[in-house]
């Protein structure tokens, strides 16, 4: 049952496909006023690296790549894109299974998904930090502006994972 105090979210068809940057999982539970709730699931952190920072036409293309790579990978494993993150030297992904829906297979689904962004973008440099645990998920802020997340000591803990990470690897 939707939320009844929940803002109504009207999103356009073009919003609603899988090239767009809402990944379609989140777009839904947000129109449909999910509510936050603590729960298990598998969260991934990923960083990659732009070799020439500077040069805006070889790092728009870059972006590009990694985004599109870890769109289709987490279509083809039902996992979702939480944000994506660019930044001077690179950027970062964070995905998750298990929030905002689950299928059981939530750690199987992520390691599958990490590691076809990687065998796609490895040269990138791109590393994964892996961890499964209880959070806390679901849209947070004001009627205006609202946001969904995710929180918790395993999002913390996967976040360190992947600083440990080498370069082309996945750390669980």
């Known amino acids: 049952v939707a939320n009844p105090t929940a803002p109504v979210v009207h999103l356009t068809n073009e919003a609603r496909r899988g090239d767009t940057l ?6 839904d539970a947000v129109a449909a006023g999910a509510a936050p709730e603590h729960r ?4 991934a952190f990923g960083h990659f690296r732009v070799p020439e920072p500077e040069n805006s036409a070889a790092t728009a293309p870059l972006l590009a790549r990694v985004f599109h790579s870890a769109r289709a990978a987490c279509d083809e494993t039902s996992v979702s894109v939480m944000n994506c993150d660019a ?12 929030v905002p ?7 199987d689904r992520m390691l599958h998904c990490c590691l076809r962004v990687l065998s796609d973008v490895g040269d990138t440099g791109i590393r994964f930090g892996v961890n499964e645990g209880r959070i806390f998920a679901g849209p947070v802020g004001s009627p ?5 997340t995710i929180i918790g000591d395993a999002v913390n803990l ?5 600083g440990h990470a080498p ?4 750390l669980a």
């Open 22 to 27: 809402l990944d379609p999982a989140v777009a």
């Open 87 to 98: 930044d001077r030297g690179g950027g970062k992904l964070t995905l998750t299974a298990g």
């Open 144 to 148: 205006r502006r609202r946001a969904y």
């Open 167 to 170: 370069d082309a690897t996945l």
């Open 158 to 162: 996967a976040a360190r994972v992947m």
């Open 40 to 43: 298990r699931a598998v969260v």
């Open 101 to 107: 829906s689950t299928t059981g297979d939530d750690v």
